[in-house]
């Protein structure tokens, strides 16, 4: 498996689920680190800055931390995902996996964050916090 480089991004995220057909709201879009939008047919996911989400009438998971993969990564580089999943799985640490087109991110809630860290450290991963 490969040994990646992993960023813990500052700041705290909240998932969120609105309506499947209603607009993304301007709150969704303000910040610079990690904006996560999905839309299906059941919902509208978006996961954003915990500091952005309006506390009334938005259904939101807070107290997210959010890291980062390092780098760029062709698609046909096998096992990235697998090397950060299966050892956080095995530890019984549940997160929230974002890929984008160059790289992953995973969400794990606040209170895991460090164990988070050193699962993936004895992993064989670098971790820039």
């Known amino acids: 498996m490969p040994q990646l480089?992993?960023?813990v991004l500052p700041r705290m995220y909240a998932v969120c689920r609105l309506e499947p057909n209603g607009h993304i709201p301007h709150w969704a879009l303000m910040g610079d680190d990690f904006i996560s939008l999905t839309r299906t047919r059941t919902e509208?996911?978006?996961i954003c800055l915990e500091e952005n989400v309006p506390?009334?009438?938005t259904q939101a998971e807070r107290g997210w931390r959010c890291v980062k993969v390092d780098g760029a990564f062709d698609f046909s580089l096998a096992g990235i995902h697998a090397s950060l999943a299966i050892p956080l799985a095995e530890a019984n640490i549940s997160i929230l996996a974002v890929a984008t087109y160059?790289?992953?991110h995973l969400l794990v809630k606040a209170g895991y964050l460090e164990d988070m860290l050193q699962v993936l450290r004895q992993?064989?991963?670098?971790?820039?916090?």
Request: proline fraction near 0%; avoid cysteine; charge should be negative.
């Open 55 to 57: 506390l009334e009438d």
């Open 102 to 104: 160059e790289t992953d």
């Open 5 to 7: 480089t992993l960023s």
């Open 44 to 46: 509208l996911s978006v």
């Open 123 to 129: 992993a064989g991963h670098r971790v820039h916090s």
